[in-house]
């Protein structure tokens, strides 16, 4: 049977026109951005109740109670970071420890099945002593000495956390220690009496976006209101920082200007507090290891008789190029296929993680004085995902890799270069891959680029979950998920993942062709992504439903608006939905050179063409949608998704509404919460695309070759 083609699929956009919302006249529903209003707070009560009367029955429960063992396994890998001191600290949770242990074993006590961990901070404990609901969120560690660190803690899971010292010897706060108050603070240890610190320091002190505009530098038993100033930004930055490179041999200060989110200014710091700017492309990336400055850029430039183009990796003698030399070499150099996903040093090597056609090609770099050697890194596959997870680079040549797929649970390795790779940890098998496969197909777009997506799952016709994210430089990369896998997978459904335009799957261009004016280019392109599984009749549009996250939440919400006879239910997830108010809400402002300002008439020109809250129109077929987001998230308000609602609910649309208490910007403090969350997404898709499926009966099947595209063998990829 002829497929249609996705185009006779997509049909056009929802006009502008009708009875959508006056982004001139007063919103109806600001009153809803109040958090401690209690109008809004019995709204949110309201909305959740009823949800919860809607979704939470026998079946979700159970659905519920199979997440939360994945996520609580005690055979998860616990994954492990290095600070530099010999020891593999891992924070932990599980049913038992639902707010979590920060631990720490040796090597060797690692490579056993079941490990003695030494427990630094029982967070449930500390809990239970102060009456609080602190949710961890991370310790830097004084190098050297290893005896202190300054922790981080957040009420509730928010951004916003405060910082206590913490004796790691004697596992208990230090009296008097450095210690900072709420608010979105950075802090760094320089030696063990002084610390840099950008935090509240009051009015004026932080940025429009709410970061910190001024570092100082603390020392130790004075106040913080004596602190030493290191470097002031302004008003209109994103945010400011510093911090001390304590390697020994190369020991030395950083301070960072940060303009917006992709442009800043680095600079040198000074035994005087003089400061010399590192000069680079304010929108490249900037790392000093030992002797060597590595140059990532975001955009072409021009350096002598050379143009090196946007994507590439340069290297140059740190020290020669602060005196005005530019002896550029190109460690990496980016085509149409292929991108830089990530670097990493060890001591004496650099690891490249590489994107061709998003999938990893993992690299070694070794400068031996007549150039840079390059051979394929041990314990990488080409056949699976592979992430660095760790190194250790002021002692040694030694890395930890992880390597997974959508269908093969991760597998954790411990190498050295140029050594000895051995198989740490293996994580379990959370559901029956058996019959299942991963294919990749390319999807046209609206432009003609080809985006390309993964399909998972057995060769079913039936219920699919697409995701995307498409923001930020951000790719989305092959990984394993019980949570996928036992709520999605396991019961007959196909997993679809769309690698659009403004993501980094191929590196800055593939992320400026979504970003700002050009942003409709990535909607477009899930658009073709969903349109594309239709025609190869991998589903159809009543049973195809679509989740994403933070930005991935606004692309839900645009698909909603402006595509709406494409899918059968949208999920969101914290999303940003009124592009009009968004820089005036909490971290927004930090957010303008992705999406535009909308106070520019002529940012506003387009961001209004889909900015989801003021596209909202009667009588238009949107597919039933649930919102998920949380009180605590400080970062994208909540706001967005309660007026989203309320606007949908006006309009008699069908719109469900979930509001955790806690979580911040993931929604979730706990396991138990996260397992909440992720059932009530799929029972609300599975209701909406397959009753048959919730009901108990099984999906219809398929057989093998019927689907269009390329085959597949088992097991394994296919392009086309």
């Known amino acids: 049977m002829a497929k249609p083609h996705p185009a006779a699929i997509i049909g056009v956009p929802n006009e502008p026109g009708g009875a959508a919302l006056d982004e001139d006249a007063d919103d109806p529903y600001l009153w809803l951005e109040d958090l401690d209003l209690a109008a809004a707070v019995r709204w949110v009560a309201d909305r959740n109740t009823q949800t919860l009367t809607t979704l939470a029955d026998e079946g979700f429960a159970q659905m519920r109670d199979a997440i939360r063992e994945v996520l609580d396994s005690k055979d998860r890998i616990p994954y492990p970071g290095w600070r530099g001191d010999g020891f593999y600290y891992d924070f932990w949770q599980d049913a038992d420890h639902p707010r979590g242990l920060w631990r720490r074993t040796t090597l060797d006590q690692y490579r ?39 922790i981080r803690l957040s009420r509730g899971g928010a951004d916003a956390v405060v910082v206590r010292e913490f004796d790691l010897r004697g596992r208990v706060f230090v009296e008097g220690g450095f210690a900072l108050t709420e608010a979105k603070s950075a802090v760094g240890w320089i030696d063990a009496d002084h610390i840099y610190v950008a935090t509240d320091f009051g009015p004026g002190s932080l940025t429009s976006s709410g970061y910190p505009r001024i570092v100082k530098r603390w020392r130790r038993g004075t106040p913080l209101s004596a602190a030493e100033l290191v470097y002031a930004g302004q008003a209109g930055d994103v945010s400011v920082g510093a911090h001390h490179d304590p ?14 989110f992709y442009r800043s200014e680095q600079y040198l710091r000074g035994p005087g507090g003089d400061l010399v700017r590192i000069d680079v492309p304010d929108d490249a990336d900037c790392d000093v290891h030992h002797d060597w400055l590595l140059i990532r850029l975001r955009s072409s430039w021009t350096v002598g008789d050379a143009t090196h183009p946007a994507g590439a990796l340069l290297a140059a003698p740190f020290g020669a190029y602060l005196d005005g030399r530019r002896d550029l070499t190109v460690l990496f150099r980016p085509d149409d296929s292929t991108s830089l996903s990530s670097y990493t040093w060890t001591r004496n090597h650099l690891i490249l993680v590489v994107l ?6 993992v690299r070694v770099l070794t400068p031996d004085g007549l150039g840079w050697r390059q051979r394929p ?16 680079p002021d002692n040694g040549d030694a890395y930890l890799v992880s390597t997974t797929g959508f269908l093969q649970p991760a597998a954790l390795r411990l190498g050295v270069v140029g050594g000895e790779v051995e198989v740490l940890k293996r994580e379990p098998a959370f559901f029956d891959a058996d019959g299942m496969a991963v294919r990749q197909f390319f999807a046209t777009s609206t432009d003609g680029t080809r985006v390309p997506y993964f399909v998972v799952g057995a060769a079913a016709a039936g219920p699919t979950l697409l995701t995307g994210y498409g923001g930020f430089e951000i790719s989305q990369t092959p990984h394993y998920s019980g949570v996928i896998g036992r709520g999605w997978l396991a019961r007959g459904g196909t997993y679809a993942v769309a690698n659009i335009r403004g993501g980094g799957e191929y590196g800055p261009a593939w992320h400026r062709a979504g970003q700002r004016e050009h942003r409709i280019t990535a909607y477009e392109d899930f658009a073709a992504v969903a349109a594309d599984l239709v025609a190869r009749g991998i589903t159809t549009p009543a049973q195809l439903g679509i989740e994403g996250g933070s930005n991935g939440g606004l692309l839900m919400g645009v698909m909603l608006t402006r595509y709406p006879a494409l899918f059968g239910a949208v999920v969101a997830r914290v999303p940003l939905f009124d592009m009009r108010r968004y820089t005036r809400l909490l971290a927004g402002a930090s957010w303008i050179a992705e999406y535009g300002d909308p106070d520019d008439e002529a940012d506003w020109a387009y961001l209004r063409e889909y900015s989801p809250y003021h596209n909202v129109r009667p009588d238009q077929p949107y597919p039933p949608a649930l919102f998920i987001t949380s009180t605590r998230d400080d970062r994208v308000h909540p706001g967005h998704a309660r007026k989203m609602a309320a606007l949908l609910r006006r309009h008699g649309y069908d719109v469900s509404y979930y509001e955790n208490v806690e979580g911040g910007h993931g ?42 595209g390329a085959a597949v063998g088992e097991g394994g990829l296919a392009t086309q």
């Open 112 to 150: 056993r099945d079941e490990p003695e961990w030494d427990v630094l901070l029982d967070v449930d404990a500390l809990n239970q002593a102060e009456g609080a609901n602190w949710v961890w969120s991370g310790a830097t560690i004084l190098r050297p000495g290893y005896d202190r660190c300054l």
């Open 247 to 260: 390697t020994p041999g190369y020991e030395r200060d950083f301070v960072g200007r940060y303009l917006d």
């Open 356 to 361: 061709s056609d998003v999938k990893t090609r």
């Open 377 to 392: 890194l041990p314990g990488a596959t080409d056949v699976d995902h592979t992430s660095i997870v760790d190194t250790d």
């Open 667 to 708: 929604a979730a403090a706990d396991n138990e919460q996260t397992a909440t969350i992720w059932a009530l997404a799929f029972a609300f898709l599975w209701r909406t695309l397959s009753p048959s499926i919730v009901a108990g009966r099984e999906p219809v099947r398929v057989q093998d070759g019927e689907l269009g």
